[in-house]
């Protein structure tokens, strides 16, 4: 595994100041992820998950894997100033706070009280052990509790199964389809349109996110 290690902070030698963490403010935490705020050190880990094909495959329109110059672009100018305005998050693994992925919403529409939703569990070996449903659970709850917002919007290619059955079990409904045509070859991409609306206060719980199980 080539994940970065946890560094938390702690006391220097000697009682001498605590040695800065690198380790982003906790934002809110599950039982096997937590968010936090993204910091400049997950910067290395998010241009290696950026440039991988695999994940470009499931993630992006154009299908292809960011450069190094581009990611981190994308790193410095979107994603740690939409951190610091609370619509972007750190994935940390709960067990030893490790660096596991980025989520964020975007492109909110103030009108309808809507945002898009976009996540990436770029440590490939932490696939399938429930870390993207909680996640998204947790933005979700971010959403609706703390920004307000009235619905969630994604986008998911069809041939995404792992993350068509996440946004399921959290509760997202398909609302829509529709094909882009990729590439020179005109590559035909199918892309899910779901959405998550917020629980109706008056009922019990979370009718709209589902919990484990
Ligand atoms: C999509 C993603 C966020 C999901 O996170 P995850 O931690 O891997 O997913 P979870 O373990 O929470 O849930 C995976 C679900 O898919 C199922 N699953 C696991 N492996 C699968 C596979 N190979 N094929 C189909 N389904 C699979 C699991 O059973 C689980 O469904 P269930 O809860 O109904 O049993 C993550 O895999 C990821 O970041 N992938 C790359 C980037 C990406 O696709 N982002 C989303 C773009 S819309």
Same mark, same amino acid.
């Given at each position: 595994m080539n994940r970065p290690p946890s560094l938390d902070a702690h006391p220097g030698p000697? =009682? *001498?100041?605590p040695v800065p963490s690198p380790v982003g403010e906790l934002v809110r935490a599950g039982r096997r992820v937590a968010l936090r705020r993204h910091v400049p050190a997950n910067r290395a880990a998010f241009q290696r998950w950026y440039a991988d094909p695999e994940i470009a495959r499931l993630l992006r329109h154009d299908q292809e894997p960011l450069t190094s110059i581009q990611s981190r672009g994308y790193f410095d100018t979107i994603i740690l100033p939409l951190s610091a305005r609370g619509l972007c998050w750190a994935i940390h693994e709960? *067990?030893?706070?490790g660096l596991v992925g980025t989520t964020a919403l975007t492109d909110i529409v103030a009108e309808s009280g809507s945002a898009l939703f976009r996540i990436v569990i =770029?440590?490939?070996? %932490?696939? =399938? %052990?429930g870390f993207g449903t909680e996640a998204t659970r947790l933005v979700a709850d971010e959403a609706f509790s703390? !920004? #307000? !917002?009235?619905q969630i919007r994604l986008e998911v290619f069809r041939h995404n199964e792992r993350a068509l059955a996440a946004y399921r079990r959290v509760g997202f409904r398909v609302v829509g389809e529709h094909t882009e045509l990729v590439g020179r070859q005109r590559f035909e991409l199918h892309v899910v349109e779901m959405t998550l609306d917020r629980p109706d206060? #008056? #009922?019990? =719980?979370?009718p709209g996110v589902p919990s484990d199980g």
């Amino acid at each position: 595994m080539n994940r970065p290690p946890s560094l938390d902070a702690h006391p220097g030698p000697d =009682g *001498a100041a605590p040695v800065p963490s690198p380790v982003g403010e906790l934002v809110r935490a599950g039982r096997r992820v937590a968010l936090r705020r993204h910091v400049p050190a997950n910067r290395a880990a998010f241009q290696r998950w950026y440039a991988d094909p695999e994940i470009a495959r499931l993630l992006r329109h154009d299908q292809e894997p960011l450069t190094s110059i581009q990611s981190r672009g994308y790193f410095d100018t979107i994603i740690l100033p939409l951190s610091a305005r609370g619509l972007c998050w750190a994935i940390h693994e709960v *067990a030893d706070d490790g660096l596991v992925g980025t989520t964020a919403l975007t492109d909110i529409v103030a009108e309808s009280g809507s945002a898009l939703f976009r996540i990436v569990i =770029g440590e490939k070996d %932490r696939w =399938g %052990r429930g870390f993207g449903t909680e996640a998204t659970r947790l933005v979700a709850d971010e959403a609706f509790s703390r !920004l #307000s !917002l009235r619905q969630i919007r994604l986008e998911v290619f069809r041939h995404n199964e792992r993350a068509l059955a996440a946004y399921r079990r959290v509760g997202f409904r398909v609302v829509g389809e529709h094909t882009e045509l990729v590439g020179r070859q005109r590559f035909e991409l199918h892309v899910v349109e779901m959405t998550l609306d917020r629980p109706d206060p #008056s #009922s019990d =719980g979370h009718p709209g996110v589902p919990s484990d199980g």
